[in-house]
């Protein structure tokens, strides 16, 4: 088991930026993905940013391509979402989550473990 727990989010006016961090503790050596989603109403969660654990292999949604960046400190267990350039389109609630296999990483049925999920709002 892996627990995951996620930063407060909060609100920002569009342009703005806004940093998620999300600790992870217990088998983290299972951990093959770190990754940041979110979920909009009435919306499907969408899968934003991934890291590959073993390869540090980095992917992007188009959506978020060149305004999110996806970083871990490994020595903290500890995975960050960095927002910049925020958009209203933007505001969701932000899910950190780990995958132990697979290859899929837009798949949000990938994922194993799951923090509590934040708010972000963009105005």
């Known amino acids: 088991h892996v627990p995951l727990v996620s930063s407060w989010g909060g609100s920002v006016q569009a342009g703005g930026s806004l940093r998620l961090s999300c600790a992870a503790s217990?088998?983290?050596?299972?951990?093959?993905?770190l990754a940041w989603l979110h979920q909009a109403p009435g919306k499907e969660r969408e899968v934003l940013a991934a890291?590959?654990?073993?390869?540090?292999?980095?992917h992007y949604a188009s959506s978020v391509m060149g305004r999110f960046t996806i970083s871990q400190d490994s020595a903290k267990n500890t995975v960050y979402l960095q927002m910049d350039s925020l958009k209203p389109e933007d505001t969701a609630i932000y899910y950190c989550a780990a995958a132990k296999a697979g290859s899929r990483w837009y798949d949000r049925f990938m994922y194993n473990w799951w923090g509590q999920g934040t708010q972000v709002t963009v105005s």
């Open positions: 217990g088998s983290t050596t299972s951990i093959m993905w």
């Open positions: 890291m590959h654990i073993t390869s540090r292999s980095i």
